[in-house]
């Protein structure tokens, strides 16, 4: 019975969590806050009374949320744009995100009543921007800015995390006497190599294994993909890596290539996102202690003060040197510096270690999260539009054919792929086809079949392709040219 109602509790909780977010949505209210809100009233402060108080279990629901979130924040990015902000944002997610943890730590040891590694403990937790956050604001919202500000505040949030991760864990160590300053910055490196190069290894692996396998059942490919994921975060941390950066690395590597069903994939990821954070901030909202944690308001509005008026903008506008940014893009940088649910996972961290103080700095992290959600991710709109870094959204010509806008140069086009076609014996996805060309029928055998990515085309088969018929050369250069004998 117990079993039943832990279930029914936990459907209703699903559902309130996007109710909610829905009428938020409205008044501009970002969704984690919403999440983390349903979670406060189902806990023991709030309506439902539920006890909740399982750090170690929160943990593990956070990190496998997190490498989800990561894996999609990568498995969504455009390459093309990501490109030209890779090595800014790789520098933003490692020494911006040291010296954010350090400028706040430092400056929090003559704010709190804590000791100096406690408050760089501190520093460290909250000293990345939250991907969660910053995808959920930005995406949600629909957020355009210009000069590639958007592709690189993706790209930071996705991949700072394991720097934090790392300034948390290497900390802990040094309070508790496990490890040294010299070994903690040797292990960073080893970190880092190991889960770029796992994470590029694995999502190689991936492709390969979708690619050739060819299941019976579509649904299936959904299946290697989430296995995927779990592998990576498990083996790379296992062997000594970054789990966190293995798993952003992987999605990023699988974005940049073809494979069967990726369109689909992504969806069904965006939406396994969706839950995680869900889930992950439902699960924090319930483990907090809002009536004894509100006694650390005071503390968490100067600390979050700090890192969103000194710490922050001091990392940005430093590490931006070697690049050529304005003086306006870099305050927009430095004020979408989101916290989100990581710093709250991370700080379960020194509960479970059982570090002195750990209670009042996991209160004093939620509230700097709450604080700067609300502060900064209901505003990002309007900085952006004040600072003249806004620019209009631009709408891609799949986007139009998948909701069904109307278009009067689509066109549905018949081709028949010939004896010797170059076509024959290759999969859709390793067609190549343009941009806006869909192939949405095949006439094959006697009989039409809607394909998938991994439908076969043989010599013979008439294709019908949804497309612009500007690309109709392209697309019957692809189909219809034969084999050089």
């Known amino acids: 019975m117990i079993i039943n109602e832990i279930l029914l509790i936990a459907a209703i909780l699903l559902m309130c969590a996007i109710i909610f977010n829905k009428i938020g949505g409205k008044f501009g209210v970002p969704s984690l806050i919403i999440f983390i809100f349903v979670g406060i009233l189902a806990g023991s402060d709030g309506i439902l009374g539920i006890y909740f108080e399982d750090y170690t279990f929160a943990q593990f629901v956070g990190i496998v949320a997190i490498s989800y979130i990561l894996f999609m ?33 430092v400056c929090s040891y003559y704010l709190l009543n804590l000791s100096f590694l406690e408050c760089l403990l501190l520093g460290g937790i909250i000293s990345s921007t939250d991907a969660a956050a910053v995808f959920g604001v930005l995406r949600s919202k629909s957020i355009s800015l210009t000069n590639n500000l958007r592709p690189l505040l993706e790209f930071e949030s996705g991949s700072n995390d394991p720097m934090a991760v790392f300034l948390t864990l290497g900390v802990i160590g040094l309070i508790i006497g496990q490890i040294n300053p010299v070994g903690l910055f040797f292990d960073f490196f080893k970190q880092m190599l ?80 969706w839950l995680m954070q869900i889930v992950m901030f439902l699960i924090l909202g319930m483990l907090v202690n809002f009536r004894d944690g509100f006694a650390y308001t005071g503390q968490a509005f100067l600390i979050a003060v700090i890192l969103t008026f000194v710490a922050r903008p001091l990392a940005v506008f430093i590490t931006t040197i070697p690049f050529k940014r304005s003086f306006k893009e870099k305050l927009m940088i430095s004020w979408v510096g989101l916290r989100g649910a990581a710093p709250i996972v991370l700080a379960t961290f020194p509960l479970t270690e059982n570090i002195p103080h750990a209670r009042e700095i996991f209160n004093i992290v939620f509230f700097v999260v709450i604080i700067s959600v609300l502060l900064q991710g209901t505003t990002i709109p309007y900085i952006a539009k004040i600072l003249g870094v806004d620019a209009p959204l631009e709408i891609s010509h799949d986007s139009v054919i998948e909701y069904g806008a109307k278009d009067t140069n689509n066109q549905m086009i018949e081709f028949t792929v010939p004896t010797c076609s170059k076509a024959a014996g290759k999969q859709i996805y390793e067609l190549n086809l343009p941009q806006g060309a869909l192939v949405s029928l095949v006439y094959k055998n006697g009989e039409y079949i809607v394909p998938t990515g991994s439908t076969e085309i043989s010599e013979c088969d008439v294709l019908v392709v949804l497309m612009d018929k500007t690309k109709e050369a392209e697309v019957r250069a692809i189909l219809c040219s034969e084999e050089i004998s």
């Open 73 to 105: 924040g990568g498995l969504s990015v455009n390459i093309d744009e990501l490109k030209p902000v890779v090595a800014e944002g790789s520098v933003l997610a490692t020494f911006g995100v040291f010296l954010t943890g350090l400028i706040t730590g």
């Open 194 to 273: 190991l889960g770029i190069v796992l994470g590029l290894i694995i999502a190689k692996a991936t492709v390969l294994i979708i690619n050739k396998i060819k299941l019976e059942y579509d649904s299936l490919y959904v299946v290697i993909t989430l296995a995927s994921v779990l592998f990576s975060y498990s083996f790379i941390t296992l062997t000594g890596g970054n789990g966190f950066i293995g798993v952003y690395v992987c999605g990023l590597a699988m974005a940049a290539m073809k494979f069967v069903n990726k369109k689909t994939l992504i969806k069904f990821h965006d939406a396994i996102a």
